[in-house]
């Protein structure tokens, strides 16, 4: 309980989940970039870089269990650290959901390109702003930020709603797209997931203000 | 509920044992008066018979073979003079002496015998001192039959009972000062010095202030190294010796008196009227041990309050 | 400080040349006072020796303590102990039997009772009891104690002028201060954490001090009747002047007794010839006199230790 | 300090003499301030054995020096012992003031109610006597008071009887009178001086020797006719006169004797004849200048 | 999300004095406590429920003992203390005119927080306050059902006759608590009984208590929070707003609530040391 | 600290986390049951139920959270109810998985079946297998067994690539069951998911028992 | 994945105590203290790193005072205690004939359980040592910088006259803390420095430890598991294994392992309470 090594490390925590954060944003925008772009480089890079990911969650989850144990921490301040608990593993589960699009993209290397991505880097863009929101959210414990971003979700289940149907009618279409398609379709799932976990965190920041866990966002899949 | 509301009161049982208890009190109340109004009736016998003699001249006259005209004035002086040669032989002994028991000695048999010695040297009786005062001072030191043989007689006999006050005072400092002191690198003698003694300090003065009230009432052992009865002069250095060691120790060296010797010479005079002479002698003697019990509880009110 | 070099360290750690000295004569010098008690005693059982000595040259051991009469100055003379020895243990006994519920009484009531400011005035007004020579009480015990208290009680026949009874009562109040007064402090000293257990317990103010204070304070309020048996028997002038001297074995407190202590004033203030004796003899009771208050203090001590022990 | 100009004498001994060497120290004092006379009473024994210590110049005695003390004194080389008789000290018999029969006693019924295993009973002593048991109360039994009734009364009339044991023994008169004065059957004795302040609550006894009944008075003590009166005592050194003229020691003896009457009187003792006083006198008289 | 939002906050600003809805064995009104002319507490009203353990925190000064102690009336025992407002044990005022405070004592027991074993054997220690109190019953028994429910017989039976004082400070602890227990009481009030403790005797000594809530209702003051988190079930947050001023209850509610999600941000401040 | 206060409590949370542990199962195993069978009414069920799930969750996650500030747990006391923490959150994330399954039986349920759904079962039934598996090493503290579980997963994710490339060759060969051939991935990729969240399970079982997090199976997706 | 598991169970079989890579202080080489015939604690060897808080923890009984007291020789105090093995500070055996231990006690500070500052003004306080010790400087250069050190000089600055004893427990503890620090030592020894004050002024010295070690090396024995786990950097655990047995070392290590993944049973069976 000695407030200053505690806040210390707290803030050490929660920086780092913030690093992790940011990570997992970079993953993500590299992933739809090298989608776009066709780029096995930066699709490989992306794919290498979940392991850093992975090890900052570790990381990160070995330290608040040990702030909880050496500070015992009460209250809000215990309620700050379950949540960096949780946000730290769905970051993590995001960036996996990154690395699942790098690797669609090595799979669709060799083919030509379907369609412009033009929803799918909106659904990423959307994703990428809600998370920005989140983390916001998250620093300054605000959790009316928090419920417009939950619902922000929705737009993002609309778009891959409709990114879905479009690359059914692809695939009906055009039985050569089929293989690529359904490539597509995961990317498509992987960035709604991403979103669905963006509302996660704010769900956390909403329980971290109010002390009470409210299932905000109930998700379809 | 109501019938909780009975239950609390006092009744049966619990009502006869708070009436056991409020009577108690009065018991015990009664006990302490009797001892108070026993020192009232003293004091009340005693001025009775002694007020009527008491007045500046009888504080500042001579002995005399006229009641009226006999004083207290050199007793007074040599029970001044020997208090102070008692207080300043014996305290630093005794203090000393306690302060070896309780911080430096080693623990084994020989403490033992050192704390059975001085529980015993604390009954022994005052005539034995005398006794020993009169061997050891007056004759093989040749201190002759002064001052300073009478003071160092009672300063050995009151040394046991301040060693026993004062190692109780000296117990009670907290063990904490003492290592406080020495884990800041101390030496023993330095967490003494500093922080033992210091705190025993008040302890040690009730114990020495009682243990000088016996002293000042002492007769037996200083008729046995000679004090005198009859003196014509002040014994003890007067305030021109100050300034002469010579003459300060030849002070010392002079025959004294004391004023329970004087009160006792009166009561063994055949003449009636010098009974009222004893008295007002105990009357003196009395508002001094008073006064000095007085500082005594002031020191140790103010001790306790800390 | 990074770590230091082992040689310098060794260096700085070593006993400072000047800071020792000091230090020893101090313990020295407080040696040499702690050796003045046990020299007075060596001097005083020399002095009784030594003289002694010439006592048991004319009287035998066996006379000393088998003889059942003390007649050392009247002719036949003879010089059986155990009258002096019953005549202080029956001063004793009176004085304690009397001072230890009174002074008791008084510490409980002063301890557990007495508003605090009661206390503070009281007790120095009954320690100031401590401080009256012993001559006064002496003759308070002549004049008032026999003459307007025993004798108009218990009948002018009945009660000698010279008894037992009256310097057991002057004494009583002697050591009545001293029971009390460090009684109280015990008790005092008794956490007040104890009474409130009793408190807690439901237990009544007079339950408290008896049953919890006091047992909890015995080994204090033992030490202090120690101290006042140690002042009675020690004591001189009340028991010479008011005890009479009469030395004899009986029980009834209202004759007249001679102490052993009442014998040494009466032949240390008399007129007595040193040398001989009659005068010798003042040494022999002294010695027994030592030898039983250091048997009573070899006792106690280790009563009072084991007791402590137990309790603490 | 002031002490020492004119000399000083260390006086002990007998607390019966006390008041007389006291009194005449308080006088001497007027005309001599610059001698130091300090008196104390430490008894006739430990007087002299300190002044055969050497520790005191004169030494009060209610009795005659003994052979064992003169040995001691030896021993301390100190072989001129002065001996000064400087009064008397009448011995009172006293009964209870109730008692109505024992007026006048024999020195043989003092010795029967005195001596070891005499009476013990009034009637014993004289058949006119209620059947009463005795109270004995008498000075402690080694003051000199004590020694001197021993040799006047108990040996006087047989040399291998003792003073009884049995009774109360004082060393205080105080005591004795107190003690006399309240029980009905009491006898006892102590010092005339006493007997004459506190006395009124007694009755004095008076006294056959043979030559009929006196009664104790200070007449007469000092014509003689009062058969039990001790004499007093003071011891010197003969050197401690002869040291030299001016000193102190023989200027005290000589004021001491020539202001004996009046004050040994004046404390309640009872002055020497003239005729005795002069031969203390003469005993000084080599050593004046 | 307004509805939801706004009943978020109004659970911020409910009140934070929740009075148990269980029986309760004191009901205090007002309570207010004074030495002398220092107002040590005021204003307290809280109502302690039956066979409940309820911890009273907060910081040093804030009053705790002194409210404990006026619970049965030990405060009669400062000359300066005084009490007002109403304490009713059962519906009964304690500080009534008729109501003897030795039998208060009697049904509210106490426990100290330095255990203060009489210096006597085991036995006498649990059987004094039976005796005085004229329970009936063989010695015997009411010392092994005393010892038993505090959980100390199995150590202790073969040495009933040992000095209280030769126990270890954990075992003297549960000796207090038997001797507490052999009077019969209803409540036991605790003030810190276990800050003299190391560990594994506190740890015991919890244990203990948790055992004892069955049957009584205890009432403990605490430092540790851990301790009041671990042991009671209602905790009450104590606040003497600034040094010096009387101390007032600032939260009291079901304990998980009050250090999981506490309604006043003080309480929150207290428990995770934010404060001072 | 007072362990049998503890004890119990911690006692409870892990029976909540079992008894949820068997939700999930049920719901699974009926999810499955359900598209086997067509029958809307069970999907239906499955679908309901997942709110309990959900409850169950949070209700074990404020036990936790209480757990740990009344009693200040340390050491592998704190391991295992951080694990119970985390592994609430994978249960209920495959509890959401089989309300997937359930959302697409309703989806598929005007269709006619695809073909024998064979391996789809063989996949739950392992999924199953597995998580029964992951408890039982969770309740043993059995790393071993949770290595061995892990080791399980590569199954599932063979049948489900196995799965996928039929369906993508039945997609190819009959445009008409495109539409209920990615509904079925969508199933077997719920399933590779739950078989997934299992191996998390058993990554905790080893966590909590040798206090290292090892991520010891690398999710392709 | 056998490979992996035996890598597992190697951990929890490694050695337990793990002497600090840093700088050492003190190096303790199979210590064993005796009193009387008692054998309180044997066998111990640590390394205590500089500029650290080592914490000693363990049940009581199992020796951590007579641990903590035999590095600055308090324990030449008690007549009976007798130390065995080798205790280097600095590399100098400190029990060497020619040590002088008033010497190794002005090095090798320490702070009580019970805050004991000397009944004088909080100047004397903080000099007492100092002057003692003949360290220079002027006392109220002295006072100022260990009292700031200390952390106290802004509460006390304009009552140094004030008596010590006036203070509240916490400022006495930190008053006792400065004391120590004006004689200028290298190492602070603390046993259980906060057991007799409230959280929060037990924060504040939990917060003075931190900054203090990074000029000191700081010992600090805890009954406070939390305690231990909040201040210090190296824990050590310390078991009588059975009652009345001579205390051990169990294990020793960077606390936050010690706390979160201890490597012997024993030492988690004792954090987490199973023991007794
Ligand atoms: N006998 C008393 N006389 C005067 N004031 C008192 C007395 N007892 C307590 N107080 C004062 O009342 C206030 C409350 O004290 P109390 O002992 O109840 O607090 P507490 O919360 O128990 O503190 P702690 O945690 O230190 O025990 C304090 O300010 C204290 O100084
Ligand atoms: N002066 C002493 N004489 C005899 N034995 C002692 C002494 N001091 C301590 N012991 C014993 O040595 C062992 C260790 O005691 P120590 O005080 O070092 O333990 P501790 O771990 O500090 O305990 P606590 O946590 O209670 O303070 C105990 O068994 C104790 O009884
Ligand atoms: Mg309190
Ligand atoms: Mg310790
Ligand atoms: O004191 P005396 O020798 O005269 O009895």
Redesign the interface.
């Given at each position: 309980m000695t407030r200053s090594v505690f806040e210390k490390k707290l803030a050490e925590v929660q920086e780092d989940m913030l690093v992790m954060a940011g990570m997992v944003q970079e993953a993500i925008q590299q992933g739809v970039e090298a989608l776009k772009t066709r780029n096995v480089e930066q699709a490989r890079r992306v794919i290498a870089n979940d392991v850093e990911i992975n090890d900052k969650r570790y990381e990160t989850e070995e330290k608040c269990i040990e702030l909880i144990s050496l500070q015992a921490p009460l209250a809000s301040d215990l309620r700050a650290i379950i949540a960096v608990l949780h946000i730290t593993v769905d970051l993590e589960r995001m960036g996996d959901h990154a690395e699942g699009i790098a690797r669609i993209v090595l799979m669709l290397a060799d083919e030509a390109p379907l369609k412009p991505y033009i929803d799918l880097p909106r659904m990423a863009e959307i994703a990428s702003e809600m998370m920005e929101g989140a983390l916001e959210a998250y620093k300054n414990r605000d959790t009316a930020l928090a419920r417009r971003i939950i619902d922000r979700d929705d737009e993002v289940d609309e778009l891959y709603e409709q990114l879905y149907r479009e690359l059914l009618i692809f695939m009906i279409e055009e039985r050569g797209t089929i293989q690529r398609a359904t490539y597509l379709i995961w990317v498509a799932h992987n960035l709604e997931r991403i979103a669905d976990r963006v509302t996660n965190i704010c769900e956390r920041v909403v329980y971290l203000v109010e002390g009470k866990i409210h299932d905000l966002n109930v998700s379809k899949y | 509920m109501a019938s909780e509301q009975l239950r609390l009161r006092a009744g049966g049982a619990v009502a006869r044992r708070q009436l056991v208890s409020r009577v108690s009190r009065y018991l015990f109340l009664g006990a302490t008066v009797l001892g108070v109004s026993i020192l009232g009736f003293l004091a009340y016998d005693t001025i009775d018979s002694g007020a009527s003699r008491l007045s500046l001249d009888f504080l500042t006259n001579y002995p005399s073979r006229f009641a009226e005209k006999a004083g207290l004035r050199p007793a007074m002086y040599g029970t001044l003079w020997l208090m102070l040669i008692t207080v300043f032989s014996s305290i630093p002994i005794a203090i000393g002496t306690a302060i070896w028991i309780e911080e430096f000695a080693p623990r084994n048999r020989l403490l033992t015998i050192v704390k059975i010695n001085l529980a015993n040297l604390a009954g022994v009786p005052s005539i034995i001192y005398g006794i020993l005062g009169l061997t050891i001072f007056v004759r093989f030191y040749g201190m002759d039959r002064s001052l300073l043989a009478g003071g160092f007689t009672l300063a050995l006999m009151i040394i046991p009972m301040t060693v026993i006050a004062s190692q109780e005072a000296i117990r009670q400092v907290p063990p904490s000062l003492r290592d406080g002191a020495l884990a800041l690198g101390a030496t023993r003698w330095q967490a003494v010095r500093h922080n033992v003694l210091p705190n025993a300090i008040p302890g040690i003065m009730t114990g020495t202030i009682l243990a000088i009230s016996r002293a000042v009432g002492e007769t037996a052992a200083l008729i046995m190294i000679g004090g005198a009865a009859f003196i014509h002069f002040d014994p003890g250095p007067n305030l021109a010796d100050f300034a002469d060691p010579g003459g300060f120790w030849a002070g010392l060296n002079e025959s004294f008196t004391v004023i329970p010797i004087q009160i006792y010479a009166w009561t063994l005079d055949s003449r009636r009227e010098f009974q009222a002479n004893a008295s007002a002698g105990i009357i003196v003697l009395m508002t001094g041990v008073m006064a000095l019990n007085l500082l005594a509880a002031l020191i140790r009110e103010r001790f306790r309050r800390n | 400080m990074t770590v230091a070099d082992p040689g310098n360290m060794n260096e700085a750690l070593k006993k400072r040349q000047f800071g020792k000295p000091r230090e020893s004569v101090i313990l020295f010098v407080l040696t040499l006072c702690a050796a003045v008690s046990l020299v007075t005693t060596l001097l005083i059982v020399g002095v009784l020796v030594r003289e002694s000595a010439t006592f048991f040259e004319e009287v035998s051991f066996r006379d000393f303590f088998l003889e059942t009469e003390w007649q050392p100055l009247f002719e036949p003379v003879s010089f059986g102990i155990w009258e002096l020895v019953a005549g202080t243990l029956m001063v004793t006994f009176w004085a304690l039997l009397l001072a230890v519920p009174i002074g008791l009484a008084t510490a409980v009531y002063l301890s557990e009772y007495a508003h605090p400011n009661t206390r503070k005035v009281l007790k120095p007004i009954l320690e100031a009891l401590a401080g009256v020579p012993t001559v006064v009480y002496a003759y308070f015990a002549l004049t008032f104690v026999t003459q307007d208290l025993l004798r108009p009680t218990f009948g002018a026949d009945q009660v000698n002028v010279f008894n037992a009874l009256s310097a057991s009562i002057m004494l009583a109040v002697m050591i009545l201060p001293t029971i009390a007064s460090i009684s109280e402090d015990a008790m005092a000293n008794v956490p007040r954490d104890l009474r409130e257990a009793a408190y807690g317990l439901g237990a009544t103010r007079l339950e408290v001090a008896i049953r919890v204070v006091f047992p909890a304070a015995l080994s204090g309020i033992i030490a202090a009747i120690l101290l006042a048996i140690a002042r009675v028997v020690g004591e001189t002038m009340i028991v010479a002047i008011a005890a009479g001297s009469t030395p004899q074995l009986t029980v009834n407190p209202f004759e007249g007794v001679q102490t052993m202590t009442g014998f040494m004033l009466q032949v240390g203030l008399g007129d007595a010839a040193r040398g001989t004796v009659d005068y010798q003899a003042l040494f022999a009771v002294g010695m027994m006199l030592f030898l039983i208050t250091l048997a009573f203090n070899v006792a106690a001590y280790f009563f009072v230790r084991r007791y402590r022990e137990e309790y603490e | 300090?002031?002490?020492?100009k004119g000399g000083?004498i260390?006086i002990?001994g007998?607390?019966t003499v006390?008041?007389i060497?006291?009194?005449v120290?308080?006088d001497f004092?007027a005309v001599a301030g610059d001698v130091?006379?300090?008196?104390?009473?430490?008894?006739?024994?430990?007087g002299?054995?300190?002044f055969c210590?050497g520790?005191?110049h004169l030494s009060n005695?209610?009795?005659p020096i003994?052979q064992?003390?003169l040995d001691?004194c030896a021993e301390n080389g100190i072989n001129d012992v002065l001996e000064i008789q400087v009064g008397l000290d009448a011995l009172t018999v006293m009964v209870h003031p109730d008692n109505d029969f024992a007026d006048c006693l024999t020195i043989e019924q003092l010795h029967e109610i005195f001596r070891?295993g005499g009476a013990a009973n009034w009637s014993a002593v004289d058949a006119s006597f209620p059947d009463q048991p005795i109270a004995l109360y008498y000075p402690?039994?080694?003051?000199?008071t004590f020694?001197y009734f021993v040799e006047a009364i108990i040996k006087d009339v047989d040399e291998a009887a003792?003073?009884?044991?049995?009774?109360?023994?004082?060393?205080?008169?105080?005591?004795l009178a107190?003690?006399i004065g309240?029980?009905?059957d009491s006898i006892g004795y102590f010092?005339f001086?006493?007997f004459?302040?506190?006395g009124q609550s007694l009755k004095a006894v008076s006294v056959d020797g043979g030559e009929g009944c006196v009664a104790p008075s200070f007449d007469s003590a000092l014509d003689g006719s009062y058969p039990l009166s001790r004499p007093l005592f003071i011891y010197t050194r003969e050197s401690s006169l002869a040291e030299h003229p001016e000193n102190p020691m023989l200027r005290f003896l000589e004021f001491y004797l020539d202001n004996a009457t009046a004050?040994v009187a004046?404390?309640?003792y009872v002055s020497l004849p003239a005729d005795t006083l002069q031969e203390q006198q003469a005993r000084i008289e080599p050593y004046l200048p | 999300m307004t509805p939801d939002a706004t009943a978020a906050e109004s659970v911020q600003r409910a009140d934070p004095i929740r009075q148990p809805p269980e029986d309760t064995v004191f009901r205090l009104q007002d309570v207010g406590i004074w030495y002398g002319n220092k107002h040590a507490i005021s204003d307290i009203s809280l109502n302690i429920p039956v066979n409940r353990v309820t911890a009273l925190i907060g910081p040093s000064g804030c009053g705790k003992s002194s409210l404990l102690r006026c619970l049965n009336r030990m405060n009669d025992l400062i000359p300066s203390a005084r009490v007002e407002g109403t304490v009713e044990y059962h519906g009964a005022d304690i500080y009534a005119r008729s109501v003897d405070p030795v039998e208060v004592r009697r049904r509210i027991g106490m426990v100290f927080q330095k255990p203060n074993p009489f210096p006597k054997s085991i036995q006498d220690n649990v059987v004094f306050g039976a005796k005085v109190n004229g329970i009936e019953g063989s010695s015997g028994e009411i010392v092994e059902r005393a010892l038993k429910q505090a959980a100390l017989w199995d150590e202790v039976k073969n040495d009933l006759k040992k000095s209280g004082l030769e126990l270890s400070g954990g075992q003297q602890q549960r000796l207090c608590i038997a001797r507490a227990l052999a009077v019969q009481p209803d409540v036991i009030l605790m003030d810190e009984p276990c800050s003299a403790l190391d560990p594994i005797a506190t740890l015991k000594i919890e244990d203990l208590i948790r055992e004892l809530v069955k049957e009584y209702t205890i009432i403990i003051v605490t430092h540790n929070m851990q301790q009041a988190a671990r042991v009671s079930d209602y905790t009450a947050f104590l606040l003497a707003q600034e040094h010096g001023l009387n101390g007032t209850l600032i939260e009291y509610g079901p304990t998980n609530e009050v250090f999981t999600q506490p309604r006043e941000q003080r309480t929150e401040d207290y428990i995770t040391g934010r404060f001072g």
């Open positions: - | - | - | 300090d002031d002490s020492g000083e260390d002990d007998s607390s006390y008041p060497t006291a009194a120290a308080e004092h130091r006379v300090n008196v104390a009473f430490s008894g006739t024994g430990g002299l054995e300190v210590a520790e005191t005695a209610s009795r003994e064992d003390e001691a070891t402690g039994t080694d003051s000199g020694d003792n003073h009884r044991g049995d009774g109360t023994a004082s060393e205080d008169d105080n005591v107190v003690g309240g029980d009905g010092g001086a006493y004459q302040d506190a004050l004046e404390v309640g | -």
